[in-house]
């Protein structure tokens, strides 16, 4: 196991057990904030007329935005771990299917390669060297045609000068 990745799964085991507990918090004490919030109403209610009531009913209603508020900075907070932590995954795979499917491919090539030798067929680099080895033949051909044309025009030139100094001797 890589080290990002065992530090990955650490990181992975720790938000969700920090989840977790905060998910059991809130299901424990769900039913007790709904009757709290309830008994907070009914007071409000109750004591209209004492000013002492509607303060405390302001001070929850206040302190229970702060909860709230808090609440959701935490959870933003774990949303942007648990997507660091997806994102990190994720590339660990990629990294993984792009190392296989290279030796995946490397594989089939090396394989291919020795279907078509032990057929006898050619392969690329055997077409690459016929293909220079053809080149070169036909500069050789086209140097040796130069010379051929040149001793042509030697040999029609000496047969001429040779019949022309007969016809002078004559």
Do not use: C
């Not at 196991?1 to 799964?9: G, L, P, Y």
Request: hydrophobic letters at 35%; charged letters at 35%.
């Amino acid at each position: 196991m890589t080290k990002d990745k065992a530090t990955a799964d650490q990181q992975n085991e720790n938000l969700s057990a920090e989840s977790a507990d905060l998910v059991k918090q809130i299901k424990a004490s769900a039913k007790e904030i709904w009757l709290a919030g309830l008994g907070a109403f009914s007071q409000k209610d109750k004591a209209q007329e004492d000013d002492g009531g509607r303060s405390l009913y302001q001070q929850l209603v206040k302190e229970g935005k702060d909860i709230e508020r808090v609440s959701r900075e935490q959870l933003d907070r774990n949303i942007q771990s648990v997507k660091s932590i997806a994102f990190d995954g994720v590339d660990q795979v990629k990294e993984r299917a792009f190392g296989s499917f290279t030796r995946l491919e490397h594989a089939f090539d090396e394989r291919v390669h020795k279907a078509l030798s032990r057929l006898g067929l050619a392969t690329q680099e055997d077409y690459a060297t016929l293909e220079r080895r053809l080149d070169q033949a036909e500069h050789q051909i086209a140097d040796l045609e130069g010379v051929i044309s040149e001793l042509k025009a030697e040999q029609a030139k000496s047969t001429k000068s040779k019949s022309t100094s007969a016809k002078k001797d004559s």
